[in-house]
């Protein structure tokens, strides 16, 4: 059985996720140019500048445990 998280990790968001690693590491600016950033960038100003934060309350906005998110991207 696979659990839960995992499930939820199998998505195309995980998927862009893994895709922009990989472009950061080649060419960290090209992020900077989409409309993902502005997004994650507008998500950051609403939690006050705390770019955790952002990422906290959107995990569990979507229902995901964050920190089980991380330790499986680590």
Known sequence: MI???LQQ???????RIQQAVQLA??????????????QAMNLIQQSGGDAK???YALARQKGVD???LLSMLR
Do not use: H
């Open 25 to 38: 590491k080649g060419n960290p600016l090209a992020l900077m140019q989409g409309p993902q950033y502005q």
């Open 53 to 55: 934060a952002a990422f």
């Open 3 to 5: 659990p839960q998280i």
């Open 66 to 68: 964050p920190d089980q």
């Open 9 to 15: 990790l199998n998505t195309p968001a995980i998927s």
